[in-house]
Each structure stands twice: as structure tokens, then as C-alpha cells.
């Protein structure tokens, strides 16, 4: 069964604005990456058929990008790197530019290091950073970094005073 884009009689009209924010597979709501980043990271660039693509994080769908104008989708399998957030990932980088893992950032964090930079002068991430190119968000790795640091902090510290909000 495919899906049912909406149909002719009485249905939910999408206002003034055609722009489908949500993965057309699993309707999670994407977030904006630049065309550049999937024209970078795809199998072939003749898949790509879009301009604004959105990117799917639910772990347990296969979407990686999917155009918010016409709906065509990427999967795992179309992209050239295992994509961080997917169920899977092996192996899963934390750093795309410098081809640093997850691992490799948790057992610098195990070390000692305790902030980004220390992460990167143990690690060696982030030295060639082209982000926007190889990082399947198009944004900088700093943050999954940033990421991995946040929760080895929270395991070791399981009462933290500053309450996020
Ligand atoms: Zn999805």
C-alpha cells in the first residue's frame, strides 16, 4: 500500500503553505538540511530531485532526507555514510570530517577529557572540519560531540542541581 497524499473530497487542505514538514514514511517531523550536504553524501546524484530537503532522525526509519516540496525520499542505502542517528550505524561517527567515531569520543571522555576541545585533542576530531559537506545534517560535529559529553556526565552524576528546563 502506498500512501494516500490526501484525497479529492473534504479532506484536510494544507492552507496556503504545500511545504510537507514530515517524513512521508514514518511522519516525524524533519529538520531542514541544506542540498548541498545530500548531493555530497548520495549513492548518485541523479537521485537527488529536490531543493529543500529535510532530514528524518527517527532512528527506526529508513528516510535519511526527503524533499519538502515533492515528497521523494533518500534511505539508508542511498546515502554513502552510515548515518549517526539510525538504528545500525556502524560505525558511528561523531566526526564525519576526521572520520572520528562514538566510541572513540566516550573513551576520550573516560580519560579525563571533559570539554569539546579536549575531545578533539584526544581524539584528532574536528581538524579537517568541512561539516557542511560531511556531516549528514550539514552542521557542525560539535554537537554530537557536545552530545556524548552531556550524558557521560549524566550517568556519573545522576542528581544534577541544575535542572534543565
Ligand atoms: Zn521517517
Excluded at 17 to 29: L, Q
Excluded at 55 to 78: A, H, I, P, R, W
Excluded at 128 to 136: E, G, L, Q, T
Amino acid at each position: 500500500m502506498k500512501f494516500l497524499i490526501g484525497n479529492s473530497h473534504g479532506s484536510r487542505v494544507l492552507a496556503s503553505n504545500p511545504v510537507r514538514s514530515s517524513c512521508p514514511v514514518c511522519g516525524n517531523e524533519g529538520t531542514s538540511v541544506g542540498v548541498m550536504t545530500v548531493e555530497h553524501l548520495v549513492t548518485d546524484r541523479d537521485l537527488v530531485r529536490g531543493e529543500k530537503y529535510r532530514t528524518c532522525m527517527n532512528e527506526d526509519c529508513d528516510v535519511v532526507y526527503f524533499d519538502s516540496d515533492n515528497g521523494s525520499t533518500l534511505t539508508k542505502n542511498q546515502v554513502i555514510v552510515p548515518i549517526w542517528f539510525k538504528r545500525g550505524a556502524d560505525p558511528k561517527y561523531a566526526c564525519y570530517c576526521s572520520q572520528v567515531t562514538e566510541a572513540q569520543v566516550i573513551e576520550a571522555v573516560e580519560h579525563g577529557a571533559r570539554t569539546v576541545s579536549e575531545v578533539n585533542a584526544a581524539t584528532g576530531a574536528m581538524k579537517n572540519s568541512n561539516c557542511k559537506k560531511n556531516n549528514p545534517l550539514g552542521v557542525c560535529c560539535h554537537k554530537i560531540i557536545q552530545e556524548v559529553l552531556d550524558r557521560q556526565e549524566l550517568t556519573k552524576s545522576p542528581i544534577n542541581p541544575f535542572t534543565k528546563q
